[in-house]
């Protein structure tokens, strides 16, 4: 895509009569909000919100060795991901920094979804048809043959059941079952980046204002409002869910990322990085890396990526993402720290705003963990 005009998504039209403030990321247009970041973020926490998402890859990857080259190009056992189910899961280099982290589909026995960020989307699509030589498998670009449609928060599953005979009951978290929602065919799945239930409908580009729309319907009476990036970023930092390019990056390994769970040894045969990932474990083992930890502020000043964390007059790590809570009603922000003050609890724990030490608390994450 080396075209300097943001790509479109098929709501783009839709977004505009919203009267939405649109913003470029990743080479695509996207809504950042429609009204107040606040509201929509408290909607998402309390009712629901609607996310158009249709800026992710989806790369398929389908043949009778599938399972084997995902297993060789990814760090986790998609071999083991039952058909209808989902993982969370990490590409990474030869060298064992992350090179995306990704949720891979089971869709059928031979045949499995990944879904890339968009900003690493071509990325993950090129590692993919590189390190598919030698396996009977295809890997496909279908960036273009999906929109994703999510709907969030408490009162998601009621909304969704009223457009679908699915069994959402039995939908579990990280699963997903093809089905028909306002009589558009897609594939439900229980997935989603808020820290709530909720659900990420993907369906094809030309059914996607119908589905909208429908929603938006089914919705009224739920609370149900409009919700672009701005929020959902807000609402997975307070849920500690890392973003690639802040808690992740090719310079980190998982291990590094305090996500080493996801790096799993115990398959057969090889896997790119093996080797790399084998010595970061032992690595984190005897020195511990810095420790990805919540910060919430004792004052009202944000803190942003970049920022120095500091005690006893010395820089002790790094802000990964920051932001003002609407839940928590304070700033709040996730940061890489010395594992000596990693602890919850640490005192004397602050961040350099332009030249000012100013007080934060240490915390373990997540900030937010919705009530089941």
């Known amino acids: 895509m080396s075209s300097t005009h943001p790509r479109l998504t098929a709501l783009d039209a839709l977004h505009r009569a919203l009267g939405a403030t649109m913003t470029d990321f990743a080479g695509w247009d996207m809504p ?3 009204g107040s ?3 929509e973020h408290n909607a998402v926490r309390t009712k629901a919100g609607l996310f158009d998402l249709s800026h992710m890859g989806e790369i398929t ?26 993982r969370y899961t990490m590409i990474c280099r030869e060298d064992g920094g992350i090179l995306d982290d990704l949720i891979v589909y089971r869709l059928a026995e031979t045949e499995y979804m990944v879904v890339a960020n968009a900003s690493n989307a071509q990325v993950v699509l090129d590692a993919l048809v590189e390190r598919s030589a030698g396996f009977d498998a295809e890997v496909r670009d279908d960036r273009d043959a999906y929109a ?7 009162e998601s599953p009621g909304i969704l059941k009223s457009l679908t005979d699915a069994d959402l009951d ?61 929020c959902r970023d807000t609402l997975r930092l307070e849920a500690g869910m890392p973003l690639y390019g802040h808690e992740l990056n090719t310079s980190l390994t998982p291990f590094d990322a305090g996500l080493g769970r996801v790096v799993k040894f115990e398959k057969e045969g090889d896997f790119v990085g093996r080797e790399a990932l084998t010595e970061a474990a ?10 990805l930890v919540g910060l919430v502020a004792e ?12 005690a006893d007059g010395r820089v002790i790590g790094e802000v990964t993402s920051g932001a003002p809570s609407p839940t928590l009603g304070k700033p709040i922000a996730m940061a890489y720290v010395d594992a000596a003050h990693a602890a919850p609890g640490t005192s004397g724990v602050g961040v350099d705003i332009r030249g000012s030490h100013e007080p934060y608390e240490v915390v373990a994450l997540p900030f937010y963990k919705r009530q089941k």
């Open 148 to 154: 994703l449609i999510a709907v969030q928060g408490p």
């Open 37 to 39: 970041e606040r509201d």
């Open 32 to 34: 950042l909000r429609y």
């Open 61 to 86: 990857v389908t043949g009778p060795q599938a399972a084997a080259l995902l297993n060789f190009a990814l760090v986790g056992n998609i071999a083991s991901v039952g058909v209808g189910r989902a």
């Open 282 to 291: 032992a690595r984190a083992e005897t020195a511990p890396p810095r420790v």
């Open 299 to 310: 004052g009202r000043r944000v803190p942003r990526a970049g920022y120095a964390v500091v």
């Open 170 to 230: 039995g939908l579990k978290y990280y699963a997903g079952l093809p089905g028909t929602v306002a009589g558009v065919p897609a594939l439900i799945a229980r997935t989603g980046y808020t820290g709530e239930d909720g659900f990420e409908l993907f369906v094809k580009p030309e059914h996607a204002v119908e589905l909208w729309q429908a929603l938006t319907k089914a919705g009224e009476g739920a609370g149900l409002v409009p919700c672009g990036l701005s």
